[in-house]
T-cell receptor, first 116, second 114 residues
Framework: GAVVSQHPSWVICKSGTSVKIECRSL??????MFWYRQFPKQSLMLMAT?????????EQGVEKDKFLINHASLTLSTLTVTSAHPEDSSFYIC????????????FGPGTRLTVT | GESVGLHLPTLSVQEGDNSIINCAYS??????FIWYKQESGKGPQFIID?????DKRQGQRVTVLLNKTVKHLSLQIAATQPGDSAVYFC?????????????FGSGTQLTVLP
């Protein structure tokens, strides 16, 4: 149980285009979803936290107009990288937390974005 | 701001030996500490956690030790196997009101030598 999927697993796009990444909780309802970015040989950096039906809360330094997050249902959150540039190339990982008192977050497999 | 960090960026061990991965943290308000394993090109995988009111917890082949006095966390892997080669991250969970947020350390690359 507690499986989180991401789609696509990797994507290559041209500079200036937009890319959407989906994150789904397959066997549980996720009241909260998180988006992380990870550069090579670095740690995971939290970009934003989203609660179903609410606007996402972005971490300091993350442009909300560039990284659009939608958490429209309890099993789906999307991250759209708008007007992508080569410096946006990174590994994007989502995680999902079920409701209730528990803290556990379940991580997706990640999406490798390369902007050319 | 406060952060979670690791002492050693890389660690190489012989297959069958025990591994110890260390982590220093600076925020004493965390509720939980968690160790994750991340293989190349994959998302983090939960290994073991420990509540802040405990000092030791054991799992299958893994043990986490928490020393709150010196704000130090360690992960011990017994009889290290080739499949244990990965990057290991410690993370701390801090609760603030209704928000609970994970902060990750910088990671240690564990390489198991044949």
């Amino acid at each position: 149980g507690a499986v989180v999927s991401q789609h696509p697993s990797w994507v290559i796009c041209k500079s200036g285009t937009s890319v959407k990444i989906e994150c789904r909780s397959l066997d549980f309802q996720a009241t909260t979803m998180f988006w992380y970015r990870q550069f090579p040989k670095q740690s995971l950096m939290l970009m934003a936290t989203s609660n179903e039906g609410s606007k996402a809360t972005y971490e300091q330094g993350v442009e909300k107009d560039k990284f659009l997050i939608n958490h429209a249902s309890l099993t789906l959150s999307t991250l759209t990288v708008t007007s992508a540039h080569p410096e946006d190339s990174s590994f994007y990982i989502c995680s999902a937390r079920p409701g209730g008192p528990f803290y556990e977050q379940y991580f997706g497999p990640g999406t490798r974005l390369t902007v050319t | 701001g406060e952060s979670v960090g690791l002492h050693l960026p890389t660690l190489s061990v012989q297959e069958g030996d025990n591994s110890i991965i260390n982590c220093a943290y600076s925020n004493s308000a965390s509720d939980y500490f968690i160790w994750y394993k991340q293989e190349s090109g994959k998302g983090p995988q939960f290994i073991i956690d420990i509540r802040s009111n405990m000092d030791k917890r054991q799992g299958q082949r893994v043990t986490v030790l928490l020393n709150k006095t010196v704000k130090h966390l360690s992960l011990q892997i017994a009889a290290t196997q080739p499949g244990d080669s990965a990057v290991y991250f410690c993370a701390e969970l801090i609760s603030s009101g209704s928000a609970r947020q994970l902060t990750f350390g910088s990671g240690t690359q564990l390489t198991v030598l044949p």
